[in-house]
């Protein structure tokens, strides 16, 4: 199993630019989710997914847009690079089913830079 | 709401002496709590879980954490530190919609 893939690795955008930070996971696992990780505020949940077709917010979504079309694929679009997205990004992964008390799978992560 | 704190963002201690890192949560109902590891430029592994089972939860590479409903505490401790063990350590809060919410994280230092 590769587990979860990310790409790319690093990523520099100017202001104003789009694209697509891809995800991928080969465990069939319901769940999905994207975090951005800053300097001493942890990991902040962005979006997630709990089946194909199923999406909902984090704590913050804004500036960023997914979709779910299959139950291995989660891609992150950002629809307008600002600089305050630079990030890293990490793509997770896990089972899914009411209570929470799965862990979750983390993608090696993205490293994002909006100049 | 639920949320996570963790009181100390660096903790240093030398090598081969106990390892103490905290964190108190806040939540209406029984949560699920996780502790994970961060090396540098790396990604996270799971130290160890507790789903409502036994309160003492042992995880990989010697670390334990103990669930106190009381003090609404997860601790995360180990007897001896190793150099290997530097790096950034976060406690997790699952939610029952299925969100996990990170707290701000506490960089370990171990010193020769």
């Known amino acids: 199993n590769a587990g979860v893939t990310q790409t790319p690795k690093f990523q520099v955008l100017k202001t104003g630019q789009s694209m697509t930070l891809q995800c991928a996971q080969d465990m069939n696992h319901e769940y999905m989710s994207w975090y951005r990780q800053d300097p001493g505020m942890g990991l902040r949940l962005i979006h997630y997914s709990v089946g194909a077709g199923i999406t909902d917010q984090g704590e913050v979504p804004n500036g960023y847009n997914v979709s779910r079309s299959t139950t291995e694929d989660f891609p992150l679009r950002l629809l307008s690079a600002a600089p305050s997205q630079t990030s890293v990004y990490f793509c997770?992964?896990?089972?899914?089913?009411?209570?929470?008390?799965?862990?979750?799978?983390f993608g090696p992560g993205t490293r994002l830079t909006v100049t | 709401a639920q949320s996570v704190t963790q009181l100390d963002s660096h903790v240093s201690v030398s090598e081969g002496t106990p390892v103490l890192l905290r964190c108190n949560y806040s939540s209406s109902y029984s949560p699920s709590l996780f502790w994970y590891v961060q090396h540098p430029n790396k990604g996270l592994q799971l130290l160890l879980k507790y789903t409502s089972a036994a309160t003492l939860v042992k995880g990989i590479n010697g670390f334990e954490a103990e669930f106190k409903k009381s003090e609404t505490s997860f601790h995360l401790t180990k007897p001896s530190a190793h150099m290997s063990d530097a790096a950034e350590y976060f406690c997790v809060v699952s939610l029952r919609n299925n969100d996990m919410r990170f707290g701000a994280g506490t960089r370990l230092t171990v010193k020769p």
């Open positions: 997770a992964s896990k089972l899914g089913g009411m209570g929470g008390t799965y862990e979750q799978y």
